[in-house]
């Protein structure tokens, strides 16, 4: 049972404006990935420290959290460890930032 919701990256760059706020964006890639270029105001916590830092996502635990990463694939990573730790509120950028069309920061 998939414990996330997909949501198209595609489809989400076109609505950036009226959507962003509805996320905690959560980029889960490296570091050199994170600092080349993410999405505007994404809390950074690579894939593989997330189960030792999830508590920093604690404090919004009640909201809809969308992870990031290059594909798609370590964001469900993610997802899971998180669904393992008592969040219920995930979602997948499917197709990740290979298919994100939206603003970008450094």
Not at 18 to 28: L, N, S, T
Not at 48 to 59: K, N, P, T
Request: a negative charge.
């Amino acid at each position: 049972m998939k414990r996330y919701t997909d949501v198209e990256a595609v489809e989400l760059s076109r609505m950036y404006d009226e959507r962003h706020m509805d996320y905690v964006f959560v980029d889960v890639r490296t570091d050199e990935e994170y600092n080349a270029g993410h999405i505007p105001g994404a809390i950074h916590i690579p894939h593989d420290e997330m189960e030792e830092r999830a508590s920093e996502l604690e404090s919004r635990k009640g909201e809809d959290i969308l992870l990031i990463c290059r594909s798609g694939r370590r964001s469900v990573i993610a997802a899971n460890i998180l669904a393992d730790q008592g969040f219920s509120r995930l979602f997948n950028l499917k197709g990740g930032m290979l298919e994100w069309n939206g603003p970008v920061e450094k």
